[in-house]
């Protein structure tokens, strides 16, 4: 019994974390390991319940272990997430950094006159708060990046400069899978005037989130990779670039970028 309780604990641990990390986008290479390590302490526990109380069976012992990899998954998730590291930019004159941690998921050039669209599996939808403003008169970028469960939270400013706009818009909380989410989900748009040109960020909420974080009002002026706000749990932030004289996009698709750090875009001579 003993020996089956520390292997049923690292089985299940598996069982239930590999396909939660799948659907939540985790990578498996931080997946795997913490799920091994949750799965053999579970099991450690369980085979010391299981020496001392020798009349327990199976079925009690594999519920145990359940709560236990429970606990200790969302605990291990909760630290995760809950983290706020400080973030020195490397460089600040001409660039435009990541507003968030994450991956890109697509960069959309927006020509003169068109709409400003957000992506998601191949279905469009307008950023109707930046489109209320004039910052497209001229072409604009749109970078997307995708925040896991496990990323860092807290998002940053891309560049210094006066906060122009803050808007929030409530929404019904769709998953970040689904198409439509970019206009259903709850939502903060920021757009930031450095003197030369304007960039708006947007952040968007996942499905499970119940709350999108902002720690400016209009007419605060931020510093460069400054943090601006934060979106709980997986979620999304879009970040609008006019194509202003020398800009050059420094990231695309596939790219992992850390807040505040990341270099997006350079412009200028």
């Given amino acids: 019994m003993v020996t089956e309780a520390f292997a049923s604990g690292i089985g299940l641990a598996l069982v239930v974390c590999l396909p939660l990390g799948w659907k939540w986008r985790m990578p498996v290479t931080v997946v795997l390991p913490a799920s091994l390590v949750i799965g053999a302490v579970a099991g450690a526990i369980g085979t010391l319940i299981s020496w001392q109380s020798t009349n327990l069976g199976l079925v009690p012992l594999i519920f145990i272990e359940l709560v236990l990899i429970g606990v200790f998954?969302?605990?291990?998730?909760?630290?995760?997430?809950?983290?706020?590291?400080?973030?020195?930019?490397?460089?600040?004159?001409?660039?435009?950094?990541?507003?968030?941690?994450?991956?890109?998921?697509?960069?959309?050039?927006?020509?003169?006159?068109?709409?400003?669209?957000?992506?998601?599996?191949?279905?469009?939808?307008?950023?109707?708060?930046?489109?209320?403003?004039?910052?497209?008169?001229?072409?604009?970028?749109?970078?997307?990046?995708?925040?896991?469960?496990?990323?860092?939270?807290?998002?940053?400013?891309?560049?210094?400069?006066?906060?122009?706009?803050?808007?929030?818009?409530?929404?019904?909380?769709?998953?970040?899978?689904?198409?439509?989410?970019?206009?259903?989900?709850?939502?903060?748009?920021?757009?930031?005037?450095?003197?030369?040109?304007?960039?708006?960020?947007?952040?968007?909420?996942?499905?499970?989130?119940?709350?999108?974080?902002?720690?400016?009002?209009?007419?605060?002026?931020?510093?460069?990779?400054q943090r601006i706000g934060s979106i709980t749990l997986g979620s999304q932030v879009d970040v609008a670039i006019p194509d202003v004289e020398g800009l050059s996009i420094n990231v695309e698709p596939g790219d992992t970028v850390s807040a505040g750090v990341s270099i997006v875009a350079r412009y200028g001579s």
Avoid at 115 to 128: A, C, M, Y
Avoid at 154 to 172: D, T
């Fill in 73 to 225: 998954g969302c605990m291990s998730i909760g630290l995760r997430f809950f983290r706020d590291p400080e973030r020195v930019p490397v460089e600040t004159e001409n660039v435009i950094l990541a507003p968030a941690d994450g991956t890109v998921t697509y960069v959309h050039r927006v020509e003169k006159g068109s709409s400003l669209v957000s992506t998601k599996k191949g279905q469009h939808f307008e950023l109707r708060e930046i489109m209320a403003t004039d910052m497209l008169e001229n072409a604009a970028f749109l970078v997307g990046i995708d925040m896991s469960l496990l990323n860092v939270h807290v998002n940053r400013a891309p560049m210094a400069g006066k906060i122009e706009l803050v808007k929030h818009i409530g929404g019904r909380f769709i998953s970040l899978r689904r198409p439509e989410s970019e206009i259903t989900n709850e939502r903060v748009t920021t757009i930031i005037n450095n003197g030369y040109f304007r960039i708006g960020v947007v952040q968007i909420a996942s499905r499970l989130v119940r709350r999108v974080v902002t720690y400016l009002a209009e007419g605060d002026t931020v510093s460069i990779g």
